[in-house]
């Protein structure tokens, strides 16, 4: 190591100790940072973050990549995290080859911001994009971008919403289609399928991302499950008549949502009264008592059948997503790509049902900020199917993928899980999750998480939760109260991970400002010259 190595490696470790006291976060959290080998942002000499590049190790052949991701997937609804009996036979297979990750945390608890931390390996405070308002800005370059730099054709096929275009998550894609019609990972997957078998024996390896938002609130199952023993709520009438018109074959709209004002407890649906009309009214008068934006739900215990019966609504729409995904495997494995592809599924959050009085994703709650991650690798690499246990994040998804192929990665928050995948015991990392236009973030380390919550003055929820998931994995007891050094220790950690990626953000704005970023993507050849 030369001197001015050293001299770099010394104030990156200054900066980072002194951001964590700033933050509160001391020696608990100090080793974290110190641990530099594995924290790819190196820092200048006025304390920013150095745009920075990175070759993993020496390049690979080029095999097909392929990334699914079902939106608002909870990791306990699925069989390989324990769901029984198990809704996804497909995804229960594909298992038996993957490398499972048991924790695994978003970077952010609602979509948009989600999937940007996910393409660009960065925290939503590092990429900017915190509302609904918001678009992923040019200077940053996505899992896409990279990919298609390094030969790879790329196509992405998905369900709109906050996935759509004018959300700049399509930076680098070839070709990227949405559907704002339709919300199912099924549409997705027949777009890709026929995407597939059009291409030839001869084409460019390609990188294709597939999105459903199938779970996704209104829960609308295209079979309605079975009601609780003994259920009979007044909806249940036009349920029935819902499913005889399934069985008919019509279109099934039954929990089209249209405006919930839940501070009016009133529902405004721009169309005639309807069983749409009756169940949000019904979910309404069950559960709500505020304003749809910040959810806060009254007490599982008073209407255990209610909860019942929307928490089954969740799950039938489950097999369905599970079902359009056998098929996409099923067409991989026509063209001879499936066993020498590297697969990817995942979830961009999960959902909250009723586990701590809510309904949907707008805490950071564990059932929102723990997802479904399985990689399986080619069938000739030296990775064995496997579980890790350790916490792993959404941002080291980019990273890793290109840890694989050897690509050099751009100035990222994650690190690459191929040593985990290949067993090697790293050492812990914390691992965030914002709420950006929602009041809560978190963080997880080792055995603890920490919920910090922006409250207002009449808010009944507590500022600082704590939990030990190690013996409290439902997170029923917070130990805030109990032990406030871990509390006020885990606090550090969070506010270190967003002041970093501020910091991070300002040096993107200044690198994108004077070109020099755009002059580094040029010299690697990701983007053209003159």
């Given at each position: 190591?030369?001197?001015?190595?050293?001299?770099?490696?010394?104030?990156r470790?200054?900066?980072?100790?002194?951001?964590l006291?700033v933050?509160?976060?001391v020696s608990?959290?100090?080793?974290?940072?110190?641990?530099?080998r594995?924290?790819?942002?190196?820092?200048?000499?006025?304390?920013l973050p150095?745009l920075?590049?990175h070759?993993?190790?020496a390049?690979?052949?080029?095999?097909?990549i392929?990334?699914?991701?079902?939106?608002?997937?909870?990791?306990?609804a699925?069989?390989?995290y324990g769901?029984?009996?198990s809704?996804?036979?497909?995804?229960d297979?594909?298992a038996?080859?993957?490398v499972?990750?048991?924790?695994?945390i978003?970077a952010?608890?609602?979509?948009l911001?989600?999937?940007a931390?996910?393409?660009?390996?960065?925290?939503?405070?590092?990429h900017g994009?915190?509302?609904?308002?918001?678009?992923?800005?040019?200077?940053?370059?996505?899992m896409?971008?990279v990919?298609?730099g390094?030969?790879?054709?790329?196509?992405?096929?998905?369900a709109g919403?906050?996935?759509?275009?004018?959300?700049?998550l399509?930076?680098?894609?070839?070709t990227?289609?949405?559907?704002s019609?339709?919300?199912?990972?099924r549409?997705?997957?027949?777009?890709a399928i026929?995407w597939?078998?059009?291409?030839?024996?001869?084409?460019?390896?390609?990188?294709?991302?597939?999105h459903?938002?199938d779970?996704?609130?209104?829960?609308?199952?295209?079979?309605?499950?079975?009601p609780?023993?003994g259920?009979?709520?007044p909806?249940?009438?036009?349920a029935?008549?819902?499913?005889?018109?399934?069985?008919q074959?019509k279109?099934f709209?039954?929990?089209?949502?249209?405006?919930?004002?839940?501070?009016?407890?009133?529902?405004d649906v721009?169309r005639?009264p309807?069983?749409?009309?009756?169940?949000?009214k019904w979910?309404?008068?069950?559960?709500a008592t505020?304003?749809?934006?910040?959810?806060?739900w009254?007490?599982?215990?008073?209407?255990?059948n209610?909860?019942?019966?929307?928490?089954?609504?969740y799950?039938?729409?489950v097999?369905?997503?599970?079902?359009a995904?056998?098929?996409?495997?099923?067409a991989?494995?026509?063209?001879g790509?499936?066993d020498?592809?590297l697969i990817?599924?995942?979830?961009?959050?999960?959902?909250?049902?009723?586990?701590h009085?809510?309904?949907g994703?707008?805490?950071?709650?564990r059932s929102?900020?723990?997802?479904?991650?399985?990689?399986?690798?080619?069938?000739?690499?030296?990775?064995?199917?496997q579980?890790?246990?350790?916490?792993?994040?959404?941002?080291?998804?980019?990273?890793t993928?290109?840890?694989?192929?050897?690509l050099?990665?751009?100035?990222?928050q994650g690190?690459?899980?191929?040593?985990?995948?290949r067993?090697v015991?790293?050492p812990?990392?914390?691992a965030a999750?914002?709420?950006t236009?929602?009041p809560?973030?978190?963080?997880?380390?080792?055995g603890?998480?920490l919920?910090d919550?922006?409250?207002t003055?009449?808010d009944?929820?507590?500022?600082?939760r704590l939990y030990?998931?190690?013996?409290?994995?439902?997170?029923r007891?917070?130990?805030?109260?109990?032990d406030?050094?871990?509390?006020?220790?885990?606090?550090?950690?969070?506010?270190g991970?967003?002041?970093?990626?501020r910091?991070?953000?300002?040096?993107?704005?200044?690198?994108?400002a004077e070109g020099?970023?755009d002059?580094?993507?040029r010299?690697?050849?990701?983007?053209g010259?003159?």
């Open positions: 190591m030369n001197s001015r190595t050293r001299a770099l490696s010394a104030r470790s200054l900066i980072a100790v002194a951001l006291v933050a509160g976060g608990f959290a100090c080793a974290v940072w110190l641990n530099a594995h924290r790819p942002i190196t820092y200048d000499e006025d304390g150095r920075t590049w070759r993993w190790n390049p690979r052949p080029r095999v097909p392929v990334l699914v991701a079902v939106d608002t997937l909870r990791a306990d699925v069989g390989p769901a029984t009996p809704p996804t036979p497909h995804l297979e594909f038996t080859n993957a499972i990750f048991d924790n695994a978003t952010a608890i609602w979509t911001p989600s999937f931390s996910m393409f660009t390996g960065l925290y939503p405070p590092a994009v915190m509302d609904a308002t918001h678009k992923l800005a040019d200077e940053h370059v996505t896409a971008e990919l298609r390094a030969g790879y054709e790329t196509a992405g096929f998905t919403g906050y996935l759509a275009k004018r959300y700049g399509d930076q680098g894609f070839d990227y289609r949405y559907r019609d339709t919300r199912t990972l549409e997705s997957v027949d777009q026929t597939l078998g059009e291409r030839t024996d001869g084409d460019a390896p390609y990188f294709l991302f597939v459903g938002f779970p996704h609130r209104p829960y609308r199952p295209r079979r309605l499950p079975e609780p023993p259920y009979d709520p909806e249940l009438d036009a029935i008549r819902i499913r005889a018109e399934l069985d074959g279109p709209d039954a929990f089209e949502l249209g405006e919930l004002r839940l501070a009016e407890t009133t529902v721009k005639e309807s069983f749409d009309d009756r169940f949000w979910v309404d008068s069950r559960f505020r304003e749809s934006m910040h959810f806060a009254r007490e599982e215990s008073r209407y255990p209610d909860v019942d019966w929307l928490r089954r609504l799950t039938a729409k097999p369905e997503a599970d079902e995904f056998g098929d996409l495997l099923a991989l494995a026509k063209r790509d499936l020498r592809a990817v599924f995942v979830s961009d959050h999960g959902e909250e049902l009723m586990d009085a809510m309904i994703h707008t805490r950071a709650t929102v900020c723990n997802v479904p991650l399985l990689i399986k690798p080619p069938h000739d690499s030296d990775v064995a199917p579980r890790v246990k350790k916490v792993v994040r959404s941002i080291d998804l980019l990273p993928l290109l840890a694989w192929l050897g050099q990665s751009p100035h990222v690190r690459s899980l191929m040593p985990q995948m067993g015991d790293l812990s990392m914390p999750t914002f709420g236009r929602h809560e973030n978190s963080v997880r380390f080792r603890f998480r919920v919550r922006s409250v003055r009449d009944p929820i507590p500022k600082l030990d998931v190690r013996v409290d994995p439902g997170e007891h917070s130990l805030s109260d109990e406030p050094v871990t509390t006020e220790r885990m606090r550090g950690l969070l506010r991970i967003e002041h970093e990626s910091s991070l953000a300002f040096a993107l704005e200044q690198a994108s020099g970023d002059q580094a993507l010299e690697l050849g990701y983007i010259g003159e």
